[in-house]
């Protein structure tokens, strides 16, 4: 059952960013950016983490999860270090992340072959 609430949740995510890109004249960086936007604020508010919690990966997933690491992990450091736990907490939130992405995207550029246009 995890597996089908995940879908539905991050299907729904994507599906909601895909009618974003067809039906104004947003620009994907900006419905990006608009979607960790979100996932910031519905942290903050306390919607989020039920949404994670019930849908798992595909909750997370999507870029509104990595605002929502964001917001956790900026929350989870400054009850820890402060103030000054604003900054970093964020960073250390979604390192994995971050490092996986670029790791993955090394690993790709080696296998893969491009092609001139």
Known sequence: MIFLKAFLVGGLLCAAG?????RTRLTPARILTGYVVAGVLLSALGVYEPLVTWAGAGAMVPLTGFGHALAEGARL?????????????PIAGTAAGVEAAIVLSLLAALVSR???K
Do not use: N, S
Not at 84 to 89: D, M, N, P, V
């Open 114 to 116: 491009p092609a001139a």
């Open 77 to 89: 450091a400054v009850r820890e270090d402060g103030l000054l736990g604003a900054i970093a907490g």
């Open 18 to 22: 895909q009618i974003l890109i067809d």
